[in-house]
């Protein structure tokens, strides 16, 4: 229904600063198109990847790839989705975006927008292995219900030190938590060597964030934010 997923895309304020906190991390520069107007990278560590937008109008999404996006309009009509803006024609880059049950932008564009980075096929940044985009929702069955409509699988997550709905897809996983436990979209990633993680992170000069959640608050996890905001959640495998 939605295509391939295509990146977590991201309004930042200095894209400059965006990109060196997240190749201080390991992650990797792609070479991008021209599709958007305003400054733009993207940045991947073979996993995620990681749209950077520089413009006061963008708004930050989970974005899709759906080639002869036009033809496919209306199924996704019959979904009953409210678009928030539908840019369509020959002379625009085709991209239409709704917001599911919990608020979450999802945005659909008729064709990539940059070329997949280089990555050693084990590697991994020091943030670990990428787990999911979790989405803080407080009607979590309503917003499993609508990713379930988009062609992802729902589960129920009941026994994990944050209970959770994951909805996987051949292309990326989300997470849909309670708002008291993640309060803004957040990419979820495992670390081996929880200990090991605080260390090389001390060692890169970043600092992790100490207004957490009483639930996060209680795991092996750290929680780092990017200089344009977005979370990242480093938790021990198994937490």
Known sequence: MLGRFLEFSIATPD???SLSFYGKLGFSQAEVGEAWPHPYAV????????GLHQSAEFVSSLTFVKPDLFKHLGRLEKLALEFEFQRLGNDVFNEVGW??????LIRLVEARTFSPPEVA????????????IALPAAARDAAKAHWED??????DEEESPLPHVSCTSDTVDVGLYDPAQLREPTLLFE???YRATLTSLATLGVSPNPRVPA???SLPAVL???PEGTPLLLAAAGA
Do not use: Q, T, W
């Not at 096929?121 to 999911?132: D, I, K, L, N, T």
């Open 15 to 17: 894209i400059r600063a």
């Open 43 to 50: 940045v991947s560590d073979g996993r995620i990847v990681v």
């Open 99 to 104: 917001r599911d049950p919990a608020g979450h």
């Open 121 to 132: 096929p084990r590697a991994r940044s020091s943030c670990g292995y990428f787990v999911e």
């Open 150 to 155: 988009l062609g992802f699988v729902g589960m």
């Open 191 to 193: 670390v081996d060597d």
């Open 215 to 217: 639930a996060v608050k």
């Open 224 to 226: 780092i934010n990017a």
